[in-house]
Structure formats: C-alpha cells, structure tokens
C-alpha cells in the first residue's frame, strides 16, 4: 500500500529541517559574538575559586551569623562585584557556557578544583597539626538515686564552679522508673552567672524528656556559652522547679560526665 505524503507536511518537515540545520551553520557566528560579552575565562576561574571558598566559610557559625539578615545570595554578588562585574554578567556567563559550551564549562571547573587542591595543601602545610582532648570536669558522684537512701545528703541538687568559655557535654545514664510520678520529667541543670550587683544570668541545657519505662537510657547534650566569670553548674538531673514536692520522684542517675574539649599543638 502506498504512503501518500500531503504537501503541507512536507512543508513541516521541510520547516523542521531549517529549525535544526539553519542555527548549527550560524553557531560558530554567534559563539564569536556572544564570547566578547561573558566574563574572560581566566577571571572566571578565579571568581568560582572565591565562591566555593565562600560556601565554606559561611558554614561557619560566627561567619553566617553576619550575613543572617542579608540576601542568601549576596555574599557571592559580593564576590563578583569585588572582581569587577556584575551578577547580570556572570549568569550570562554560565549560561553561555552551560548551553554552548559544556564540555569547556566542564574544564573550567576542573582548574577551579585544581586551585581549591593547592590551597588545601598550603594550609595543610603552614598549620601544624591540632590534636584535641577530652577532659572529665566532673567534681561531684558519678552516680546517685532519687529518693536517697535514709540519712544520706540530698544529692538531687548540683551546684559547682566551673571556669572556662566555650563548650560543655554532660552525658549521663538516667532511669526514671513507672512509679515516678513527675508529669513531665525532663532536664533542669543551667550554668549560671551573677555579676556584682547580684543579678543572676542563667543558661539552660537543652530540655529533654525523659522516658518513664523503668529502663535506662543514656543521655548526651551540649550547651555553648559566653557567660562572664564567676560561673557555676546548679540544678537537678530532673527539674523540681516546677514540681510538686506532693508528687513522688523515684529515678537513679549512673555514669555521669562534663567534658570539654581542649586544643592541643
């Protein structure tokens, strides 16, 4: 059977062709037009060398701190602004190379990795080595039970100085057991500070509810400060702020430790 083939589709084929052959004869036309109004590549490559250094850095907390309330983008407009172009420019920079030129585009990132890798290994070469250790600051029992035993001190309650900044870890195995009649059991030591008019500053660890199954659990948290000296750790493993002195607590405290981590060259 024949295929009959009307005109007006041979006049589609015939305007599809031109779509795909006419732009790859001007291509190399256009390219030359387009390359003198991108940003020249030697420049790029180091403007995405400052950019991927940027990214780093604002991982930082203190870094990304500064620009919180600023544009997400602005600190890389910065970058290319500082280079002496604009974000109009670089995008249509990329853009030339991402549609025309990928496998060019593919290359300059390839240098730009080459620069990151040598300034990986001056930094590595020029900072010595740090090694950081972990020390227990821990003054008191390691270990105590709620309610105390009959005519032992009241070692629900924690008070001790401490006399460094930056950050603590209190790790602990705690059981709060079924019968525990607290409504919501859950973390209440703070480091607190009291300057010399005596108003009190306090810092809370992070809350944390605990399981009431009978079982233990083991507990991790961190707390960061920048609190004026003289320091001190107070509170309860459970908080009895709160709590009614009606209520029964009945729960044990096992392994505790408060590190902190000390830089050593």
Known sequence: MKTCIKPSMLICIFLLAL???????????RDKAEHKNIIPEKDLIIILTDIHLADGLLR???????YSS???ISPYIEIIEGHGYTKELMDKTVRYYFIRRPKKLIRIYDKVLGNLSEIEAKVEKEIPEVITKVENIWPEKSSFCFPFPSGSPDTAWIDFPVSFFGTYNLQFTLTVYPDDESVRPVCGIFLSSIDSTGTEKRIYFPTTVYLKDGRPHRYNIFINHTLKAPLRIKGWFIDNECASPFLKAHFSVDDITLSRRIIQR
């Open 70 to 72: 600023s544009d997400s």
């Open 60 to 66: 930082l907390p203190r870094i990304n701190y500064i």
């Open 19 to 29: 779509t795909v052959f006419i732009p790859s004869s001007c291509t190399s036309r």
